[in-house]
């Protein structure tokens, strides 16, 4: 839940590339209308641009969650802005566009009795070129557990999740690099006697990691990319100096591109691969993330991923896209070769919610080997 606030709001990502083009306000725009309207003078439909640029102080932010691994839901989060868009815009450096500072608490609750809380801070200095992000939450999350049999067994997850990054741009490049700390607090209960397979577990633990991010951006917008391109590096050390009582390390790197193939017509790409060694809980492993896919159900020591979508901009405001992927999490229980090779397939639409910041919203519907999936989506899929 932590994580589609923060994709939610664009703080997880909100790239570099934004101090070049994603945000097309300019100061004249930044100026708030005399009254205020969801009709886009330009070509009278809905449009949230003015409000969205202009709004400062609170906003409440509904969310609907329907990920098959904890069922459906709904979640409220109230996000204080102490600034507008259009402010921040206005100060930044010679940078470009910088985000506002934002502070977001809520929480969110689902069929499966899974619910969430939590307090989420972002803040920039120095017209964006250094970043923090911090955050605290409570969670308590009924899942299932696949593992060696392919079988879902019942477990609950209990714990309180902390989380400290700062990051520092380099020079005036696209790059970001700087530590991220997280710590989670977990108690775990198998509902119907443990996994066999994993032995004997404790039923409480901590995992404390410490390591680097190194982030590059070149999108032209964040929530909506037509071309550019994301990626990320993070190397995590668990270690019981930095409050964890396993030991193991975690590799992660993600890489999304977006290349237009003409006018109407944007080609995206994206790979992620999740490498662990050492001593990782059970429910901390990498595990395939595709849409389709309920997340955890295949899981394992790593997991490898590559996704492929198209999309046609049918007219300025509304947009039709298909996609497809493939994964597999290999590692402990099977090698590579003998791994589960997992497919999705789907497609879905996108309707230009704010054009004067690129946000767009809509659906995704998707297949995978035995399951179907629907989600509600705010601007790309990949975050």
Known sequence: MLAAWLAALG???????QAQEAAPATPAQAKPSRSLSFLDPEDGMLDAS?????HKGALPVPTII??????????????FFSESVAEAHAKASGNGPSPPNITAIGGAYTDNGTWAAGLVHFHTWDGDRYRYLGAIAKVDAQLDY??????????????????????????????????????????????FGNADE?????????????????????????FYPNKGSYAELEV??????????????????????????????????????????????????????????QKGRYQDRNAV???????????????????????KAYGRWHDFSDATKVYSV????????????????????????????????LGSAWH
């Not at 703080?11 to 590339?17: F, R």
């Not at 329907?66 to 996000?79: K, N």
């Not at 309180?160 to 775990?188: E, H, N």
């Not at 919610?353 to 690129?358: E, H, T, W």
């Open 146 to 191: 696949f593992g060696l049999l392919n079988q879902p067994r019942a477990y609950e997850l209990q714990g309180t999740f902390l989380i400290q990054q700062f990051l520092a741009r380099i020079g005036d490049s696209r790059w970001y690099v700087g530590p991220r700390y997280m710590l989670f607090d977990a108690s775990t209960r198998f509902k």
């Open 305 to 327: 991923m590559a996704e492929m979508e198209l999309r046609w901009d049918v007219t300025p405001r509304w947009a039709l896209l298909g996609f497809t992927g493939t994964g």
């Open 236 to 293: 995590q050390f668990a270690r019981p100096g930095l409050g964890s009582t396993q030991t193991f390390d975690m590799y992660n790197a993600r890489g999304y591109t977006w290349l237009p193939l003409a006018r109407t017509l944007i080609l995206g790409l994206r790979a992620d691969t999740r490498f662990s060694t050492g001593d990782v809980p059970f429910y901390a492993q990498p595990y395939v993330d595709l849409r389709g896919v």
């Open 346 to 377: 789907g497609a879905g639409f996108r309707y230009m919610i704010a054009r004067k910041l690129g946000v767009s919203m809509g659906i995704d519907v998707a297949h995978s080997q035995g399951q179907n999936a629907f989600y509600i989506q």
């Open 11 to 17: 703080l997880s990502t909100w790239g570099a590339a």
């Open 198 to 222: 994993l032995g004997s577990i404790d039923k409480d633990q901590r995992i404390g990691k410490g390591g680097i991010v190194v982030d590059y951006d070149s999108r032209d917008n964040i």
């Open 66 to 79: 329907t990920e098959p691994a904890v069922g459906y839901g709904i979640g409220l989060g109230l996000v």
């Open 50 to 54: 003015d409000f969205l640029l202009n």
